[in-house]
């Protein structure tokens, strides 16, 4: 990549981080300014999912926004301009943030680990209260599955995630995997279950079409 | 969408979903192509195909489009 590819913005900035003078400094200011502004908004947007709230929040935003930018800072070499410098390094942050909110849950966790409130996994597909009596059967053949045809690991993993509805990367701070990891475990997890309910006659093989 | 096809969706699994890291990996180049209005999803059908299914990299993949456009 040479600074002829790229877009004039990001190869302003790219010039101004590598400048050995003072212009240095002060792109490093404003790049930081721009990370904490954009951590501020993006824990905001996302405070009706966590149980981390307040001051804590603008702790996680403006530690994520510290993070960030030393990450930027060290990986500079490596950006390709294949997408815009800006988008970038605010991924950065974005990718910082959910980290840290993985972690800051078990502070104060409103489920523990192992809890295993099945009698909620209808809440959690969002099935009307009405209906409970009606999906009773199929949601009792999930637990059947889940309870003795997947390994342990999916077991724990399943139950944590799809029933007690911790959050996945508080899930992965909690058993020191990548969220990738996780969600690996819950995909397989949905392909043994859904197998399952298709040979038991729960579900069809087919019969909502080409999925989104 | 009932209550069987909402569990239904949930235990689809989609071949082409590429997984997280994989998603995460290309996310800013994904983004910047959906900001610009481009066919992101035909581009990286696999990225497409998870951020639908993973909430987390939903998640990400939201708020970074919002950084950018300032939605």
């Known amino acids: 990549m040479t600074a002829e590819d790229l877009d004039e913005e990001s190869a302003a900035w790219l010039y101004r981080l590598g400048d050995g003078e003072g212009e240095r400094q002060a792109a490093e200011r404003e790049l930081h300014a721009r ?84 009698e909620r996994l209808p809440d959690r597909f969002g099935i009307d209260p009405v209906r409970h009596a009606e999906s009773a059967g199929i949601l009792a053949e999930v637990r059947r599955v889940v309870e003795e045809e997947l390994t342990a690991h999916q077991r724990r993993v399943f139950t944590a995630i799809v029933v007690d509805g911790i959050p996945l990367d508080a899930l992965a701070a909690q058993l020191g995997l990548q969220r990738g990891a996780i969600y690996k475990v819950i995909f397989d997890a949905r392909r043994k279950i859904r197998r399952a309910l298709v040979a038991n006659g729960h579900l069809e093989e087919t019969g909502l079409g080409e999925q989104r | 969408m009932n209550d069987l096809e909402r569990l239904d969706r949930f235990l689809r699994t989609d071949p082409r979903d590429v997984g997280c890291d994989e998603a995460m990996a290309v996310l800013h180049i994904y983004v910047d192509l959906v900001a610009g209005g481009e066919d992101a999803a035909g581009r990286y059908p696999g990225v497409a195909a998870h951020l639908l299914s993973c909430g987390p990299c939903g998640e990400d993949f939201d708020g970074l489009l919002q950084a950018v456009t300032g939605g």
């Open chain 1, 35 to 118: 990370l904490v502004r954009i951590a501020l908004a993006e824990v905001r947007r996302r405070s009706a999912s966590t149980p981390v709230t307040g001051r804590e929040l603008d702790d996680i935003a403006h530690q994520a926004a510290d993070d960030a930018m030393l990450a930027i800072l060290a990986k500079l070499g490596s950006f390709r301009g294949e997408s815009r410098f800006i988008t970038w390094a605010y991924r950065f942050v974005i990718l910082e943030i959910s980290s840290k909110l993985g972690r800051h849950y078990w502070r104060n966790p409103p489920v523990a680990l192992d809890a295993g409130q099945w």
